[in-house]
């Protein structure tokens, strides 16, 4: 620290010269350093706006990107629902399908039945008719076979099985 009464008190000149460099100097100096100051606080100052723009543009980047996730999500889930909807409906229409595909085969099975049997009973009664002793039974049986059997060339398996069924039927019916 300087001791400015001493100084002054000397009054000598070239000690006031002196001091006056020092003093010019030294306010220099400080006038130099609040400059830089000042530069570094406009610098501070701008960097500050800077910083604050891009955190507010970084802020609302922020909230659109939320809301268009959440947009996203939210339509990814309306998405999913109707896909599942979709899938549920596709099973319900395929149990519904096979439901009616069995019927279908049901039916179709009772009509080949009911063709069959009054077809083929109506043949197997012409082909069994005036048989009315089991000896006579069993010998259009041994010739309807020998002709109808699938074997032969011109065989038939379905009246074959037909002749069968008759066969046991009266044999049954005359024991």
Not at 166 to 171: D, G
């Amino acid at each position: 620290m300087i001791d400015w009464e001493e100084i002054l008190r000397t009054e000598s000149v070239e000690e006031l010269k002196k001091v006056k460099r020092w003093l010019f100097q030294e306010n220099m100096r400080i006038e130099n350093e609040r400059k830089d100051l000042e530069q570094a606080q406009e610098k501070f100052l701008k960097e500050r706006v800077k910083f604050r723009d891009e955190m507010d543009t970084l802020n609302r980047c922020t909230v659109l990107e939320r809301k268009r996730l959440k947009e996203e999500n939210l339509f990814f889930d309306k998405k999913m629902a109707i896909l599942q909807a979709g899938f549920q409906q596709l099973e319900a229409d395929r149990k519904a399908f096979e439901r009616q595909k069995q019927s279908y085969i049901h039916e179709e099975r009772f009509r080949q039945e009911s063709v069959n049997s009054s077809v083929g009973g109506d043949i197997v009664d012409v082909l069994f008719r005036s048989v009315n002793n089991p000896l006579a039974l069993r010998k259009r049986y041994r010739d309807l076979v020998k002709i109808y059997h699938p074997d032969n060339l011109f065989g038939d398996e379905e009246l074959a099985q037909m002749i069968n069924k008759e066969f046991l039927r009266r044999k049954k019916e005359e024991w």
